[in-house]
């Protein structure tokens, strides 16, 4: 019932900047996580960051200060900003939702969307 799509993915030179969208339909509940995650051949998932309905957000360790989760409620949208980006950074990157949940860092997303690279060149 939930379909999420992301936009935004490319190619850009390590330092450059790049936005990712996500749209949610479908979407129904009085509290809920969102989140980004990413993933490189041979790994899992990794969660970049989440923000809640209460704008609670969290960010992993080896994005924090560069990367920038948001939401916007009225068009069911949720961003994120990547600024100085960096080869390591190179990814496929989805965006997720749960609802009925708060605590976003260590909960299983049901809802995903399909994916979008991100490539960093030197």
């Known amino acids: 019932q939930v379909q999420l799509e992301e936009t935004g993915g490319g190619s850009v030179q390590a330092g450059g900047s790049l936005k990712l969208s996500c749209v949610a339909s479908?979407?129904?509940?009085?509290?809920?996580?969102m989140a980004w995650f990413r993933q490189t051949p041979g790994k899992s998932r990794e969660m970049v960051a989440s923000?809640?309905?209460?704008?609670?957000?969290a960010y992993a360790n080896s994005v924090k200060g560069r990367f920038t989760i948001s939401r916007d409620s009225a068009t069911s949208t949720q961003y994120l900003e990547m600024n100085n980006l960096a080869p390591e950074d190179t990814a496929i990157y989805y965006c997720?939702?749960?609802?009925?949940?708060?605590?976003?860092?260590?909960?299983?997303?049901?809802?995903w969307g399909q994916g979008t690279q991100v490539t960093v060149s030197s």
């Open positions: 997720a939702s749960m609802p009925w949940v708060k605590s976003c860092g260590d909960v299983e997303y049901n809802y």
């Open positions: 923000i809640n309905s209460d704008d609670i957000t």
């Open positions: 479908g979407y129904i509940a009085d509290y809920y996580c």
